[in-house]
């Protein structure tokens, strides 16, 4: 599955470029729009994008996830080795399996959070232009039909900005590269 990005500059070519996208078989949970005017979009039955897929909080969620584990496997072996003689009743594995899973869930729970206040990297980039009216669409698309999409949506609307996430995109957003 490939996620395409079209920068619309209207209510109504965002809406046409949505009905499109219907008579391509596309459903309307694979169709995703936020602009400014969030509220119009939905008068005409066009699926707004959630915070799900206007933030990092999916990335940052499993940054959590992958931090915290060895955090709380680590604390949980410093907190048997200190707390000795007070912790006599739990064994060596529990403690250090619970502190792992703590660990895991405390990093899922403040990544997010965290996550929640990011843009996804398209939005970001696009951030301006929706600033001044224009709508951004997320169409998930199967990678095998990206072409066709790309070309039947540029077919009839030319001025719409196609994009895609590249991977140095990714790989800046998930903080790995510039």
């Not at 009839?156 to 998930?174: G, M, Y």
Request: no cysteine; aromatic share 8%; charged share 25%.
């Amino acid at each position: 599955m490939s996620r395409l990005y079209f920068l619309t500059p209207d209510l109504d070519t965002t809406v046409n470029i949505a009905h499109e996208l219907n008579d391509l078989k596309l459903k309307k949970h694979e169709v995703h729009v936020t602009g400014r005017d969030w509220k119009l979009l939905e008068k005409q039955g066009v699926h707004n994008a959630t915070l799900r897929e206007t933030t990092d909080v999916v990335n940052a969620a499993m940054r959590g996830l992958k931090y915290g584990v060895p955090l709380g496997l680590v604390l949980g072996i410093i907190a048997y080795v200190v707390l000795d003689r007070a912790i006599d009743g739990v064994s060596f594995i529990l403690l250090i399996l619970g502190m792992a899973v703590f660990g895991g869930l405390f990093g899922i729970w403040s990544s997010t959070m965290i996550g929640v206040s990011v843009h996804d990297v398209k939005v970001d980039k696009f951030e301006d232009d929706i600033e001044n009216g224009a709508f951004l669409m997320m169409v998930d698309v199967p990678a095998d039909r990206e072409d066709e999409i790309y070309t039947a949506i540029h077919r009839h609307h030319p001025d719409v900005v196609i994009d895609k996430v590249t991977r140095d995109e990714l790989r800046h957003h998930w903080g790995a590269g510039r």
